[in-house]
């Protein structure tokens, strides 16, 4: 657990459990002070004796004590997150034949700090063949085994030490304050703090309530302790803020010679100083801890962390509302609650709620987790994955603007302090860009496109002279874009962006058919000298019908023409028959016939050599005429390119005002 303020949670248990230490029938004096000591929670100090003991049994003899002290050091330093002590520790208390099983749990706790997960599973496995099932062990292999995958996998979130809040010793429980999120509050043993006497729990200063302010230029002022009457002798800490700004609810520990007793307490503010606090009563319990305050959104509930009775186990999530405090109080139930320990809740929306646990599967120690409220009313509690959790302590998280903020978190201080880190997630750069040309591949200038998302988004921009665009896009949403310009038909897309949590750019090009001179529909086959459509048209058909519909005032003639073999009279009937199979088609399509006029040229109009042609075909050059005189000049090949060319089936809009209204 964490410094002081998580430490002190934990110390009704820890009175539980060295209750079942087995020990020595006649203590020493030492001894006797080191029990006394921990079982207050003072676990520094009793850390210190037990260390000064075990130095002085060297006998033979007193090997089974060693065992007995190792093992009570471990749980010292496991209290005070020195993880790789602690590891050492109950190594040598089980070298040393201590038959305590759980020291197999404690060590595979430890080792999973450290981010040994191998020896961490096997540590566990051991005590699993003493307690089968065991909850607490099973999932310490669950969150050992996920742990790389989360490392592995990790996330966009971008994560470093917020140096300018950090001091030596212990910084935590920061919370952002102010519409601007412009005041950071947090909780500090730093020498700064006013108590004059030192923590029996973690030796060092009781914890104050610092904070800082951002300026202008968005500078955050140096740390200073918070004015008014707020901190004392006692420790401070955890603070939060009701949304007017104007109450502070923050955590006290209270200790008079006994173990810690702690409780939530509010002050007001009046101007930029914080008034002396007062109890805020929960409940008539007054053995169990209560601390971690956190305030929803609309200021109507406090949510807090205790050990109580009537919850899953160790430390739950409890919530209770503020203003009518009679009958309220609930705890948040199995889906958050774990018979492990739930600590450091905050709310940012009514359906988006942060916590930290040791009870979900995690990478070690307490992982940040993130709860979304379901329209079923059930939450989905994903791990926040790495950088933002680590093999180690990871807690008490606040969000500032969009997707960053601050969180404390004890990774890499081999003493176990806690310190304060800044977060944040880069918004994704997913863009989509193409271009708008004609179906002779010139670039359309100036055009017009809308795009549509389905999660309600929608832009309109106007393309470059040479025809390109570019729209920035969220992920997973789907779009419908729209391109038109003067004298052309619009165009269509459909578009799906990648759910995938990825910077992308997709390329969309828009081909826009020109109203002025005739669109040349391609991969229209009719059967060998008949009018009969073949199936392998059906795409391009159906292309055409969409064109119709995404432009509902057009009327349009439809000709076909054919190559220059064969007579004028068959020529021109053949062609005839051909536009009206394309007709026909449309119409069975759902197109109104009154907007379609079939026409057959026969050969009568041979095509003239576009970009687009001469791209196909460079034999022939960019605006040549493919009349019979000509064809007749080229190879066989190349004639048989030409008049392939000229077999078409092209479209030409002569109306746009097909049933307007104004």
Known sequence: MKKLHKTVMLVVMVLLAAMTMTTTGCKTAKMRDADEAFDRGEFDNAANIYRKIYNKLKKRDDRWQRGEVAYKMGLCYSKLNQSSRAAAAMQNALRYEWEDSTAYLILGQALQREGKYKDAIDAYNTYLEWRPGDWMATQGIRGCQQAPRLKQEGSRYIVKNAKLFNTRRADMSPMLLGAEHDQLYWASSTDKAVGTTKSEITGTKRFDIFF??????????????????????????????????????????VRKNAPSTVNIWTSSRSEAKWAAP????????????MGDPAVSTDGTWLYFASDMPG????IDLWRINIKDKRGTLENLGDQINTPGNERFPYCRTDSLFYFASDGHAGMGGLDLYRAT???GGKWFIENMGSPMNSPDDDFGITYGEGESGFFSSNRGDARGYDHIFSFIKPDLKIWISGYVLDKDDEPVPNAVIRIVGDDGSNQKAAGKPDGSFRFDLQRGVNYVMLAGAEGYLNGKQQFQSDPEEADAEYNVDFVLAAMTKPQVIENIFYDFNKATLRPESKEALDEMVQVMKDNPSIVIEMASHTDRVGSDAYNNKLSERRAQSVVDYLIEAGIDRERLRPKGYGKTRPKVVTKRINSQYPQFAEGTELNEEFVKTLSDEDRAAADQINRRTE????????????
């Open 373 to 375: 409220l379901q329209p």
């Open 651 to 662: 479209f030409q809009v002569i109306n746009t005002d097909y049933m307007l209204t104004y």
């Open 311 to 314: 919850g899953q186990g160790g």
């Open 278 to 289: 007062n109890a805020f009563e929960i409940s008539a319990d007054t053995l169990s801890a």
């Open 212 to 253: 800082s302010k951002k300026d202008e230029d968005g500078k955050w002022s140096r740390p200073e302790p918070v004015e008014g009457e707020l901190n004392t002798e006692h420790d401070e800490g955890c603070p939060a803020f009701t949304p007017d700004g104007s109450t502070m609810y923050l955590a006290r520990a």
